[in-house]
Every structure is written in C-alpha cells, then in structure tokens.
C-alpha cells in the first residue's frame, strides 16, 4: 500500500531562520510527491511537485524540497521563514491503484508557526 | 480565472434532512474528487470520477453520493446525514489522470451536522 508520513504535527520557527517540514512515503513504483499549503478559511493550494529529475525542487513563495530516493523522503525546505509562511502543509503521494485510477494520498499535516 | 468553486461555504442541518454541495470547474478537467478533511487524519478521498458519467469510491464512500452528468460539475450528495459526517469536504480537479499533475482544490464546505 502506498502511503505518507508527516511525523510532525507542528513546526515552529522564529522568522528569519530556515524551516524543514518532514515527509516520508512508501510507493510500490516511482514516487510523484507534491506539497500543498492550506492557509485558514481556505482551500489547499499547490506549492510544488516531484516527477523526475533534479532532487531539488523548487516551488512557490520561495519553497523547496528535496526528494531523498534512499530515505525516502520529500522535505519540505525554505531558507528563511516568513510570518505569512504560518499555515498548514500536507505532502502527498499520487497512487496508482490496480484500477488505473490516479489518486493522491496526502498525509496528516503538519503545522507551521513563525514566530515574529 | 482558473478556479474551483464549492457551495455553500457553511452549512448547518439537522440529522437525516437530505443536502447537495456543488462543486464545479472551470478548467475542463477530466478528473474529479471529494475529500473530507478532520484533524489529524489529513483529507481522506470520498469519491472520484474519471470523467462524465464515470465515478468510483474513495476510501470513505459510507453515507455519500456523486454524480457526474456534466464534465464541469460534480455534486456531492449526503442522502441521510449523521452527526459523524461533520467536517470539512474539499472539491477537487485535476487534467487527466497523469501522475504528474497536481490537483486544484475549491476552498471549502464546513458541514455540521446536529
């Protein structure tokens, strides 16, 4: 089964200083990992993807991540917080089931704070 | 504008009184989705659709509906519904089924159900 993991429920960070927010999945083939960012009152919105290629990724308001083959993991990186980066962050795997249906699995979210 | 639009924004009801939230798209995706959305379990998938009058269930189809009769519009339908259905659902579209396309999210129903 494919699945993924925010091992972190929340993340807080001082503005200024640079951010990780963990991920880690498990695919039965290639991964195609995204982030998506909720902000309050709002629906998700895409942040950035791996399909193939460079590890790094880089994605919107200065977000990137870095897809990790042998840890199996997509953490999600930004060099120095913003108080607008507070919001919730959920990574997710695309699943390709044995109907040739496409879904995305997202995992449980993590919370992100930057403290002024 | 590209967008996902999802109505009502909030709703109350009461157990067992029958309710529709619209979803619809202006990107003439193939692919449709409904998610709900609870505290620490992340967006779970209620049901899909591949396309027009093509739909299959997600992981918790229990108490939902779709249909799927136009390629814009996806509703989704709570024939009976019950305190356990209280949370945020998520309409969402992607262009076909590629692996690589990420999917467009409308901004949100909050259901309580009392």
């Known amino acids: 089964a494919q699945s993924v993991a925010q091992p972190e429920d929340q993340v807080n960070v001082a503005e200024g200083n640079p951010l990780t927010v963990k991920c880690t999945y498990s695919?039965?083939?290639?991964?195609?990992l995204f982030w998506y960012v909720q902000y309050p009152n709002r629906g998700l919105q895409f942040l950035l993807k791996?399909?193939?290629?460079?590890?790094l990724v880089k994605g919107s308001y200065g977000f990137e991540a870095e897809f990790n083959k042998s840890q199996t993991s997509f953490h999600l990186k930004k060099p120095s917080a913003l108080v607008s980066d507070s919001a919730l962050y959920f990574c997710?795997?695309?699943?390709?089931?044995?109907?040739?249906?496409?879904?995305?699995?997202f995992g449980s979210g993590t919370r992100l704070s930057i403290r002024p | 504008e590209a967008q996902v639009t999802q109505n009502p924004r909030y709703l109350i009801t009461v157990t067992g009184k029958k309710l529709t939230v619209t979803c619809s798209q202006n990107?003439?995706?193939?692919?449709m989705s409904w998610y709900r959305q609870d505290p620490g379990l992340g967006l779970r998938q209620i049901y899909y659709?591949?396309?027009?009058?093509?739909?299959d269930k997600g992981d918790v189809p229990e108490g939902y509906k779709v249909s799927r009769k136009e390629k814009r519009n996806f509703p989704l339908i709570l024939e009976s519904p019950s305190p356990n259905q209280t949370s945020l659902y998520f309409c969402?579209?992607?262009?076909?089924?590629?692996?690589?396309?990420?999917?467009?999210f409308g901004q949100g129903t909050r259901l309580t159900v009392v």
């Open positions: 969402a579209s992607s262009s076909g089924q590629g692996e690589g396309t990420e999917a467009f």
């Open positions: 695919v039965s083939g290639n991964p195609y």
């Open positions: 791996y399909i193939t290629g460079d590890n």
């Open positions: 997710a795997v695309r699943d390709i089931g044995y109907s040739s249906a496409s879904k995305i699995i």
């Open positions: 990107m003439n995706h193939e692919y």
């Open positions: 659709s591949m396309n027009v009058e093509v739909t």
